[in-house]
């Protein structure tokens, strides 16, 4: 009896600290599910022609965590799978049911740091606010679907070691702001480059930690033809990144960086769209596998004919050891499993780091020069980061390797774009003289290139036929 009511006394306490939230203060701020985009203050960023901005959304039911700022211990669990734990801001009151597919959902600000952790297999919702100091997990091994807006606020995180999935019949944003320390929106704007340290076991890009950045493990764009999720702000995957449908937009400034050692890969009919100033890139720099993949029938765009670029968009692209540098077996790989043997060991001459059999598409605003630029991503972290090497053998060597990004390249269309930092040989065809085709037009070759003789450029490779090391590619 005695355990009985201190029980009920427990949960009387939590209902009455969430029912004392206050509701209109919360919802009055500017959320996913009401973002004011006229408050400049808040949307100063914004041109107007955004696709989400124009977004019709049918009023739904908003739901609001009941304890922010609480952490939940053993003895005082207080669990989101609880539907007194969450406030419907409709009522004021306990909702009487969780969160679903259909429900906007507001985690606030708090003073303290605490979690919101859903542990189901799989979770979805429709817009999704994380307030400063709160993190969203969903963690229980399934997958987490949003089919509406996304806005972690500074000091707000998700976390989802799954697949992280954008779905629906809707344009969207996905809004993480920068670092308020402004080092890596500097980098960004003023294309710096990230060098190369030894010493340093996190990439830069990474700096301020897997938790605090990163919004998945893997990411998923299923959206319905001709629709969109726009990343707006500073937005990262930690691993593989599917384009399966719909577009994919990196806003203007805005930056999208997968840190694993996966390519972002872009389906047939699928889109990737670079806005002013963007660029979608690895966080580190690429040996096993490649940044890009991008299938036939898919496309990657510096902005599109009716928000055309006034400024040049970025395709990111890392580097691989083109100048066939001798780098030493590794002897102590980590993990300590066995050391990686033979003459190319990841590290060798062989390979790019892009197979681009989609079409590439620059729309320049008239009157300017602006490109879709294919170019090196300016991130140099020593070989793919935690998935890399870190022996000193390898250290020695990388930073003698040049940064000039290799391709593979049998699109059909490329049109307004231009190519930097390429080796001789940087583009790898099966067909030497591809940049005469028809539906190559206003392609250009930047300073940064070694050359800007198509004919030094292109390389072609026959199928089965392998790439070997040769003067008239490789040298610098």
Partial sequence: MKNTLLALITISSFALQASALDVKSITAKPTADNPQFAEKKAWGMLVGDEYFTKQKWKKARLLIWGHPGEKATRKSKIDPKDPANWIDAATGKAADSIPDMDTDIIIPDADKAYTVAMGMKN?????LTIGKNATFSVEGGGNFTV??????RHGGM????????????SDTFVRQDWPEDGRLKKMHDERLVAPYDPKEKTPFWMVDGRRHRSITTYLVHAKTAGKSTE??????????????????????NSRFVSMGPSAVTVSKGA????????ICCHGQNQFVNKDWSIAPGAEVTGGTPDRPLKRDAYFGVGYRNWTNLPVPDASNHKKKTKPQTG??????????NARIQGDLIGYPAKGTEARLVVGWQRISAGGAGNWGRRDEAFKKVFPNMPPKIT???????????????LHRGGILTPKADIFKSKGWKNVTFGDACLSKDPKELFREIKKGQKQTPDKKYTSI
């Fill in 123 to 127: 979770f979805a919702c429709r817009h």
């Fill in 147 to 152: 089919f509406g807006n996304m806005w972690n």
């Fill in 158 to 169: 998700l976390m989802t070691w799954r697949n992280l999935t954008f779905a629906g019949g």
């Fill in 231 to 252: 990343l707006v702000g500073y937005v990262r995957s930690l691993d593989e990144v599917g384009i399966k449908s719909g577009t994919l937009i990196v806003g203007r």
């Fill in 271 to 278: 889109k990737v769209v670079m806005m002013d100033g963007a």
């Fill in 343 to 352: 003459p190319k060991c990841y590290y060798g001459f062989e390979g790019s």
């Fill in 407 to 421: 391709i593979w390249v049998e699109s059909p269309r490329i049109e307004n774009v231009r190519f930097d930092d």
